[in-house]
């Protein structure tokens, strides 16, 4: 079984700012991990995942997320947040093997102050 | 390429009445997923799919049907509809590598 934990539920960042979103898991298996971005009245889009490759994945927009194996952790960062970046943002976790499922963590509202 | 399209984006249903959410989607993909969206929970996956002909329950299927007729069509069946299924539904899909879902754009429910 696979779990995620995203603490908080909601980060306020000013425009310029580091971004921090958390993200820490727990898989049986080795898992593959992801960061989706929904904006307002829209479905979900991917930014960025991790498949056992490098363990610094970088995405669009500028993000990018380090997988930490000893922390069972998947954090995504941005150096310098944009008012655009204000959206909800949502780590999943999949073990690998051909039938597997994502599961979502509870997501994280992020805002952007000017 | 329109990806993963979801029909209707909104509807109002009143207590006890039924209704099919449509799913489609062009990218050949076997693996397909409904979830639902509610306020401070996440996506809790509904009944998923990993091929024509093949289904099987997720976290919370109660109160739901689907079927899989074809690999592009997966069609959600809503049966004697509740307020707790007040909720916004999304369908995705993926290819047969792993990886990330494709997700639609999403149905938003309301039962009254």
């Known amino acids: 079984a696979q779990s995620v934990t995203q603490l908080g539920s909601h980060v306020s960042v000013s425009e310029g700012a580091l971004v921090l979103l958390r993200c820490n898991y727990s898989?049986?298996?080795?898992?593959?991990l992801f960061w989706y971005v929904q904006y307002p009245n829209q479905g979900l889009q991917l930014l960025l995942k991790?498949?056992?490759?490098?363990?610094l994945v970088k995405g669009i927009n500028g993000f990018e997320a380090e997988f930490k194996k000893s922390e069972t952790s998947f954090h995504l960062t941005k150096p310098s947040a944009h008012m655009s970046d204000a959206a909800e943002y949502f780590c999943?976790?999949?073990?690998?093997?051909?039938?597997?499922?994502?599961?979502f963590g509870k997501g994280i509202t992020l805002s952007v102050r000017p | 390429n329109a990806g993963v399209t979801q029909t209707p984006k909104f509807r109002i249903l009143k207590i006890g009445q039924s209704m099919t959410l449509q799913c489609t989607q062009d990218?050949?993909?076997?693996?397909m997923y409904w979830y639902r969206q509610d306020p401070g929970m996440g996506l809790k996956l509904i009944y998923y799919?990993?091929?024509?002909?093949?289904?099987d329950k997720g976290e919370v299927p109660n109160g739901y049907n689907v079927s899989r007729s074809t690999t592009e069509d997966f069609p959600l069946r809503l049966e004697l509809a509740a307020p707790s299924q007040t909720s916004v539904y999304f369908c995705?899909?993926?290819?047969?590598?792993?990886?990330?879902?494709?997700f639609g754009s999403g149905t938003r429910l309301t039962v009254v």
């Open positions: 898989s049986s298996v080795p898992p593959y």
């Open positions: 995705a899909s993926r290819g047969d590598g792993g990886g990330g879902y494709t």
């Open positions: 990218m050949n993909h076997n693996y």
């Open positions: 999943a976790v999949t073990p690998t093997g051909a039938n597997s499922k994502l599961t």
């Open positions: 991790y498949t056992s490759a490098a363990t």
């Open positions: 799919s990993v091929g024509a002909g093949i289904t």
